[in-house]
T-cell receptor, first 113, second 117 residues
Framework: GENVEQHPSTLSVQEGDSAVIKCTYS??????FPWYKQELGKRPQLIID?????GEKKDQRIAVTLNKTAKHFSLHITETQPEDSAVYFC????????????FGQGTRLTINP | GAVVSQHPSRVICKSGTSVKIECRSL??????MFWYRQFPKQSLMLMAT?????????EQGVEKDKFLINHASLTLSTLTVTSAHPEDSSFYIC?????????????FGEGSRLTVL
């Protein structure tokens, strides 16, 4: 089955700097890769996603890159702000057949003012 | 957008009792729902995949007799924690995918925090 590895587990950056979180996956058939932001006690919130037919996607300060060959995808947050502080999860799944979504271990991001 | 509602948001029960958590898709039909469990400072771990009208598929290590899942309609799945014990205390989150959808996105409920005394 699918296995998703996420690094680093914690990340602290100065406000205004960039943050990068990296994930690898094991199932070459996975074709949907979302990133979630979760605040304490709340549900995960989808912040960006990418499908396997695209190598990069950007939404304002957030971007995701995907390398299918290496089975690697990354989240990039630029111009970080204190409100970006949260736990971020990557995930992967096969869309066909409503396959399960497997999460990475999570990254606790802290933005220092 | 697609909305998934989960109830109750918090529940406290005594050890040995059973607790039912409901997950509803409010504005769409969900043939498949997923139940996750999240311990403090950990990731979301899939417990089972719930398909409407059929038996749930449980992940390895999850006791199907302890975590009963019923998906009787296209908009409702329930998780019953039977004979709950303190180690079952956790945050339980359901998610659903659109019936026949090919987009990939899952929609999450608000989560239910279970505390077993």
């Amino acid at each position: 089955g699918e296995n998703v590895e996420q690094h680093p587990s914690t990340l602290s950056v100065q406000e205004g700097d960039s943050a990068v979180i990296k994930c690898t996956y094991s199932d070459s058939a996975s074709n949907y890769f979302p990133w979630y932001k979760q605040e304490l006690g709340k549900r995960p919130q989808l912040i960006i996603d990418i499908r396997s037919n695209v190598g990069e996607k950007k939404d304002q300060r957030i971007a995701v890159t995907l390398n299918k060959t290496a089975k690697h995808f990354s989240l990039h947050i630029t111009e970080t702000q204190p409100e970006d502080s949260a736990v971020y999860f990557c995930a992967a799944r096969r869309v066909q057949g409503a396959q399960k979504l497997v999460f990475g271990q999570g990254t606790r991001l802290t933005i220092n003012p | 957008g697609a909305v998934v509602s989960q109830h109750p948001s918090r529940v406290i029960c005594k050890s040995g009792t059973s607790v039912k958590i409901e997950c509803r898709s409010l504005d769409f039909q969900a043939t498949t729902m997923f139940w996750y469990r999240q311990f403090p400072k950990q990731s979301l771990m899939l417990m089972a995949t719930s398909n409407e009208g059929s038996k749930a598929t449980y992940e390895q290590g999850v006791e199907k007799d302890k975590f009963l899942i019923n998906h009787a309609s296209l908009t409702l799945s329930t998780l019953t924690v039977t004979s709950a014990h303190p180690e079952d205390s956790s945050f339980y989150i359901c998610s659903a995918t659109l019936a026949g959808g090919s987009i990939g996105e899952l929609f999450f409920g608000e989560g239910s925090r279970l505390t077993v005394l």
